[in-house]
């Protein structure tokens, strides 16, 4: 077989980069060894989401709906049709995915792909059969995997990964969670509040650790008042069948403890996919942490290969993939396309959400930046109070002289959605002032934003302004 | 003995790499602290790196002529014992203060079109779509003067760009980073033959481009010329010149140029000016501040004599000798190098009967001045031999007039022609 670009792995990176071959007039062939739609939207970012919303209705219909003077006498949790809507959710998205593929003319092969050299590659099908693929260009999106962890064998029984988490039998009454991170926190979270028994054993002194202090503060609270143990500064050392439970061994600052639960669920990390496909013989140079090196062209150090997505750099998300496979199309079809963009935003389905776009306010310190630092409350926001969702604020930074929009970060409702604006914003290059007036809609919580950006300029309606 | 690699300290805003001019010190040299190690050159300005510790030197990473990257190594030290490395390689955090000057970020909040004006990330303010536009159009997007709000590069400004004329400039050179557009290069291909030589375009010879260009390009140059019946101003300076010796002064006859030109612009202020495209405003400078245009080794600087009307004769002679010799030393400071109003360029001491002068932007005017002979003119009907030097001016015809310029050359050429005029002051 003879095909112009070979696209291996069918994740955000890999359909969406095939998709936009396809729109600019280059064959494609994308060869993907499980479901298309990849980590995203089979074991990752859907499939959590659907148990973080369920999770969250029914931790509302128990115990906050009666705020509002609704009574539901007892709701009940049915796990498995819980677990197979979401199944059905995500079933939905990848066949999908397909349509499309087959809808622009890109074909899919499926079975794992590994290079023979820079311009052939192996296919083993699924069905057992061996192809080989001749190309003119390659883009690799095969994302990444969890870390594991040597003492903790996954056997997605007892010691689960993010992809077992999602796919228990049943729901459990305890889960220790090994690592603080957004996947551990999101799945822990919504565990808890459908009633699991949850502990998170975290090496760094806080969870979320990659966020500013004030942000991760009132995502805390909130774990505590789902009754989570977080056990920070804390190595998990080793674990111990106990019959139908296992149990951890860590070592706290305050010495060696044992927690004992249903489930131990690992999420350290994941690390990008290059295993098994030949790089080194062709020479496809990889950086310190193991991600393929890539330049802004997303075009690795063997000419015609190309990488995006997880496999090629952090922040490992599905959005950055699908913009890197985007651009990897338009470069091979010759545009003059490269990854400029000012920011990639974050978002963690905690509870509150956080969202963040730009720098936080830790990163513009470290760089040495002048900046101008405001909050605004979602509690003096009327939209917040009518929802009973009044946890949480908008940090709002901006360069102190020319009130360039540097970052937003908001921690509270809804806020995964609410970002957007700001990585609109930054992404114009928008000053404070351009946030300040535009009129938003009353009442609704994207006026938290416009009042953050006044409250920037020092010129806040809904709360009282710092004095100068 | 432990060795430690200095890098390449950042020597200005924006400055990324400097050539290697000359390396004061040969390996197994030994360095007092502090003492000036090498030559640097960047686009900006050239500047000495003082030794960051005591030692011998050890390593020259670079060799003379070539390119230094800033954070990369430079020379290595073999410090002297009991000497500890410094923390921080480029150990020259606070040495190089007064060199980090040498370049300047434009005021953001107050920047005109003139200059690209970055976030503070380091890029452009641009939208998505223009950044798109302007890699469609191979335009490096950072370096494009933005007519938006706070400096934002819009679409019509890569447009702009791309035909040349950028519709707008700063109005002093202070208010310029170093940051000019790129020359606007013709697209006719370079002919090449066998065994021809290539010159990197960099340091100063790119910055002499650059702001040719952009003068060229921008301000609507005329010339005017006339010659100046130097006889009596010959025997003057010849006069003062044993006294101006005295009191250990050269006298050329540059001051008295200086002088005339001073007092002219008072009669004339309009000539000291310069346009601000930003505010659609005539700017008329107060002080003058005269750029004298200097050969140096590696290209022409125009150094400048500031406050000249306040000074006398001999300041002036001491002042412009004194300044000339430091730049062509390359020990000029940047603020000695910058914020002139008014330029003269004296080339008569080579040769030349005439030249017509590039205006040192945003300046509206530009004196040149030529050989002096002794040349045959009429005077009184008979033909007499005097000693006649040619000058031209070029103006900036948008601020300054055919008829303007000539009334200004007149009353120039007339304090020169009758120097005890020069004394007068009128
Ligand atoms: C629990 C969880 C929640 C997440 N939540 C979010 C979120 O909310 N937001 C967000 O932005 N990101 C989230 N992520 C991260 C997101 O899933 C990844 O960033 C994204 O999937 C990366 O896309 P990709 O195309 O690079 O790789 P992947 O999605 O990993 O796809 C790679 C594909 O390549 C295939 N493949 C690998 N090797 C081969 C081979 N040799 N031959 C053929 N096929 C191969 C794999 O089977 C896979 O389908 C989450 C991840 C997890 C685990």
Redesign the pocket.
């Known amino acids: 077989m003879k095909i112009n670009t070979v696209v ?8 969406v980069a095939a998709i936009r071959l396809a729109q600019l007039g280059i064959e494609a062939l994308v ?15 859907i ?3 659907a148990v973080i919303h369920a999770a969250k209705s029914f931790y509302k219909a128990k115990n906050e709906f009666g705020n509002m003077g609704i009574k539901i006498s007892d709701p009940q949790l049915d796990f498995p049709a819980m677990i197979s809507w979401k199944d059905k959710i995500t079933q939905k998205l990848s066949s999908g995915i397909g349509g499309l593929l087959k809808g622009n003319r890109v074909s899919v092969l499926k ?4 290079f023979v050299s820079k311009n052939q590659i192996e ?1 083993l099908e699924t069905s057992g059969t061996k192809t080989t693929v001749d190309f003119e260009n390659c883009i690799i ?6 870390i594991a962890l040597p003492a903790f064998p996954v056997d997605q029984a007892k010691i689960v990964d ?2 077992g988490a ?1 796919a228990l039998k049943k729901l459990p009454a305890s889960m220790i969670v090994v690592g603080g991170g ?2 551990g926190l ?2 822990g979270m919504a565990y808890a509040k459908l009633g699991t028994k949850i502990t998170v054993v975290e090496f760094a002194d806080s969870v979320l650790s990659a966020f500013d202090k004030d942000i991760v503060q009132v995502i805390e609270k909130k774990i505590k008042k789902l009754s989570i143990d977080v056990l920070t500064g804390t190595k998990a050392q080793s674990f111990k069948d106990s019959g139908s439970q296992v149990t951890l061994v860590c070592e706290t600052p305050a010495g060696v403890r044992e927690v004992t639960a249903d489930h131990l669920f690992i999420s350290i990390g ?1 690390k990008p ?1 290059t295993g ?2 030949n790089l080194e013989k062709l020479g496809v140079e990889l950086d310190k942490q193991g991600f393929i090196k890539v330049n802004e062209m997303l075009q690795t150090s063997v000419s015609g290969i190309f990488a ?5 750099g952090q922040p ?7 913009k890197e ?1 985007e651009i990897a199309a338009e470069v091979i079809a010759g545009h003059k396309s490269v990854m400029d963009v000012r920011q990639i935003p974050a ?3 905690t509870d509150p959400e956080v969202g963040q776009a730009g720098l936080s306010e830790k990163e513009a310190k470290a760089k040495g930046l002048n900046i101008t630092v405001s909050r605004f409350p979602y509690a003096a926001i009327g939209r917040a109070l009518t929802t009973d969702e009044t946890d949480g604020f908008v940090k709002f930074i901006s360069d102190a002289t020319t009130r360039e929009v540097l970052g937003i970060t908001i921690v509270g409702a809804n806020a995964s959605d609410l970002i957007s604006e700001a990585c609109l914003a930054i992404e114009m290059g928008a000053f404070v002032e351009d946030i300040a007036l535009t009129v938003h809609p009353h009442p609704t919580f994207g006026e938290i934003l416009m009042e953050a950006a006044k409250g920037n300029l020092g010129e806040a309606i809904h709360m009282l302004n710092p004095k100068h | 003995m432990s060795i430690f690699t200095v890098l390449l300290p950042d020597i200005g805003e924006g400055v990324v790499e400097g050539e290697v001019i000359k390396w004061l010190k040969n390996v197994g040299d030994a360095l007092a602290q502090d003492e000036p190690v090498v030559q640097i050159m960047t686009d900006k300005a050239t500047v000495e790196l003082p030794a960051v510790k005591p030692g011998k030197l050890a390593k020259q990473h670079i060799a003379e002529g070539k390119i230094a990257e800033k954070d990369k190594p430079l020379y290595d030290i073999e410090l002297a014992a009991g000497v500890s490395a410094p923390q921080d390689s480029h150990g020259h955090k606070e040495a190089p203060k007064q060199e980090a000057q040498v370049s300047e970020k434009p005021q953001a909040t107050k920047a005109t079109a003139s200059a690209p004006v970055l976030s503070a990330t380091g890029k452009a303010l641009a939208t998505p779509a223009t950044r798109k536009l302007a890699r469609d159009l191979g335009i490096d997007i950072n370096q494009v003067p933005g007519t938006g709000k706070g400096g934002r590069v819009t679409k019509e400004d890569l447009e702009g760009f791309l035909s040349g004329e950028s519709d707008s400039a700063p109005v002093s050179s202070e208010a310029r980073s170093g940051n000019l557009p790129a020359v606007t290069m013709s697209k006719t291909p370079v002919f090449v033959y066998e065994g021809d030589e290539r010159i990197p375009l960099r340091g100063l010879r790119k910055v002499i481009a650059e702001r040719l260009v952009e003068s060229k390009t921008i301000v609507p140059h005329f010339a005017y010329f006339e010659e100046v019946d130097m006889t009596e101003l010959k025997k003057l300076r010849n006069e003062l010149k044993p006294l101006a010796e005295e009191a250990g002064a050269k006298l050329t006859y540059l001051p008295f140029f200086m002088k005339a030109l001073t007092l002219a612009i008072k009669k004339f202020p309009i000539i000291n000016s310069s346009i601000d495209l930003g505010t659609n405003e005539i700017v008329v400078h107060k002080k003058i501040h005269i750029g004298m245009a200097t050969a140096t080794k590696d290209g022409l600087i125009v150094p400048v004599i500031r406050d000249a009307d306040q000074k006398s004769l001999i300041q002036l002679a001491n002042d412009s000798q004194g300044i000339a010799q430091k730049t062509r030393d390359g020990k000029a400071s940047s603020d000695e190098l910058k914020g002139s109003t008014i330029s003269i360029t004296n080339i008569g001491s080579i040769g030349g009967l005439g030249a017509t002068p590039i205006i040192n932007y945003p300046e509206a005017c530009i004196l040149g001045m030529y050989k002096i002979q002794d040349r045959p003119v009429v005077r009184d009907g008979q033909i007499v031999i005097r000693s006649m030097m040619n000058i031209s001016f070029c103006f900036d015809h948008r601020i300054v007039d055919g008829a303007n310029g000539a009334e200004f050359c007149n009353y120039f050429i007339g304090l020169l022609n009758n120097p005890g005029r020069l004394i007068l002051g009128s």
């Open positions: 291996i792995g069918g994740g955000p990176g890999g359909y060869i993907e060894k499980e479901n298309l739609g990849g980590v995203c939207l089979n074991v990752g970012c499939p959590s989401k079975g794992t792909a590994s296919v999106a095969t994302g990444s995997s969890p993010s992809t999602l957004y996947i999101e799945l994941r996919n098994g496909m995006i997505g997880d496999v090629a490992m998300l599905a959005h950055k993939a699908s496979g978002v963690v389905f």
